[in-house]
């Protein structure tokens, strides 16, 4: 049986935020877990709109906003599924972590920002401060994602080798363990300094000549491939050239992978304190949906 008894979704009425609303729903029935739909109203100046503006008319642009959200889970009643509803008024961010916190949710859906048709251009403000703040996992939904549904296939899962990165294909194990285990690509992104570009691995590699390197990596990476391999999940070993939030998402793409599994704090993400530049970039660029899950060493 999975571990994912509610699942709480973000909703700004934006068309990535529908698609979130999917693959919430789409998880829910898998996993016959509670939905919540949230949706924070942020009160801000509004200069063209004067007569609405202030006061008790607060009141109603909350209730405008009830009123879609309410329309929206009615469509998904209609489909024959369950849905709870809840609206604040506030900063969306935190605002969405403590409602998440309130209804004791295992996993928080919500979807990045794309401008003008551009995919993964943007994680958006709300996104990242979710990511960054949530004490749960966060799974972020890209424009056109396909929905994960169980069973799943093939997973990617970047390491920089330390504690933190362990943590999140952990949890994963935990949340979805419906179905057969899908296979996972562990991989480790090695950033060679230009001055040493003939000694890259893939140069190594077409030239047959001996890397050391990328055989200690291998070896180093061996003990995160042996605990996911007694969860049962079939792991294969990378070493790829180049910065993490490039080759990550490409390395996704070649592969198929169908999410991308992530730690937000670690030897590579070091930025922020709690999402790192690395982690954020990778959750921009992924060309699947993203499960991040915030390390507590």
């Not at 829910?28 to 939905?35: D, G, I, M, Q, Y």
């Amino acid at each position: 049986m999975s571990s994912i008894s509610t699942l709480l979704v973000a909703h700004d009425f934006s068309e990535t935020a529908a698609l979130a609303l999917r693959q919430a729903t789409a998880l829910s029935k898998a996993n016959e877990a509670r939905l919540v739909l949230a949706h924070v109203v942020e009160l801000v100046p509004l200069g063209p709109y004067p007569a609405i503006k202030g006061g008790a008319n607060d009141l109603a642009i909350k209730d405008l906003a009830e009123q879609r959200v309410n329309e929206i889970a009615e469509e998904v009643r209609a489909g024959g599924h369950e849905i709870e509803v809840m609206v604040r008024v506030g900063e969306p961010g935190p605002a969405l972590v403590e409602m998440a916190e309130e209804v004791e949710a295992d996993l928080l859906v919500i979807g990045t920002r794309g401008l003008s048709g551009v995919k993964h251009v943007l994680l958006g403000s709300t996104a990242e401060s979710v990511v960054r703040r949530a004490p749960m996992p966060v799974l972020t939904v890209h424009p056109d994602d396909a929905l994960l549904e169980p069973p799943l296939q093939t997973l990617l899962v970047p390491t920089d080798l330390s504690p933190a990165a362990e943590i999140a294909p952990q949890t994963f194990a935990e949340l979805f363990s419906v179905g057969p285990k899908p296979r996972i690509h562990l991989v480790y992104a090695d950033r060679t300094p230009p001055y040493l570009e003939p000694f890259k691995h893939s140069v190594l590699e077409l030239t047959g000549q001996p890397d050391p390197i990328k055989e200690d990596l291998l070896e180093r990476m061996a003990p995160s491939a042996q605990a996911l391999e007694a969860e049962g999940f079939p792991v294969e070993c990378h070493v790829v050239d180049g910065e993490a939030a490039n080759v990550i998402p490409e390395f996704a793409e070649e592969v198929s992978a169908q999410a991308i599994v992530l730690s937000t704090q670690g030897h590579s993400a070091v930025v922020n304190a709690l999402l790192g530049r690395t982690a954020q970039r990778i959750v921009q660029k992924a060309p699947c949906p993203t499960l991040t899950v915030r390390a507590r060493l």
